[in-house]
T-cell receptor, first 114, second 114 residues
């Protein structure tokens, strides 16, 4: 248990569906991240939120829409996804932006787009 | 952030020390060396980090060469549960726009066998 909880753990959705991934952290951190891990590829950073403000968007398609309503919660809204978006989506948090601290990861959501 | 080079895979016998090398020859003076591991289908787990001095915690030891161009993660008594992908990451002080984000490479697949 890392203190970062992601739900659901597994999700199967059709290409026309709309779904949301949820991440919650109880560590008092003020920076949160979404990463994507496709099969046999390194983790790719998607979004960074610091103090509830999006500070980085790494050329992610608009069919992925993040939301950070408060410092403890992070969502990733999904719509009209493609089969190649099937991957493990990981949320992380850290005590950024100042200081050198480790990031804590959730267990991830295994997404399958059919 | 500086790039790192790790062997793609390593084997270790259970109960023996596992020594995982990492080269980071372009590391800058303000960059830290972080180690994470990812057990199959789980989120990455923080292990240890350091700047220039050797570090030890309950999980592992980190040995950084004097010129800081390489480091070694040591798991003193490897168990079967230590089988995972180990990532060596170099990251600058989390100020400005770098926050706590991590850039993952391919890592080293460590297999601990009986």
């Amino acid at each position: 248990e890392t203190g970062v909880t992601q739900t659901p753990r597994h999700l199967v959705m059709g290409m026309t569906n709309k779904k949301s991934l949820k991440c919650e952290q109880h560590l008092g951190h003020n920076a949160m991240y979404w990463y994507k891990q496709s099969a046999k590829k390194p983790l790719e950073l998607m979004f960074v939120y610091s103090l509830e403000e999006r500070v980085e968007n790494n050329s992610v398609p608009s069919r992925f829409s993040p939301e950070c309503p408060n410092s403890s919660h992070l969502f990733l809204h999904l719509h009209t996804l493609q089969p190649e978006d099937s991957a493990l989506y990981l949320c992380a948090s850290s005590q950024g932006p100042t200081g050198v601290t480790e990031a804590f990861f959730g267990q991830g959501t295994r997404l399958t787009v059919v | 952030d500086a790039k790192t080079t790790q062997p793609p895979s390593m084997d270790c016998a259970e109960g023996r020390a596992a020594n995982l090398p990492c080269n980071h020859s372009t590391i800058s003076g303000n960059e830290y060396v972080y180690w994470y591991r990812q057990i199959h289908s789980q989120g990455p787990q923080y292990i240890i980090h350091g700047l220039k001095n050797n570090e030890t915690n309950e999980m592992a030891s980190l040995i950084i060469t004097e010129d800081r161009k390489s480091s070694t993660l040591i798991l003193p008594h490897a168990t079967l549960r230590d089988t995972a992908v180990y990532y060596c990451i170099v990251r600058a002080y989390a100020g400005g726009t770098s926050y706590g984000k991590l850039t993952f490479g391919q890592g080293t697949i460590l297999t601990v066998h009986p």
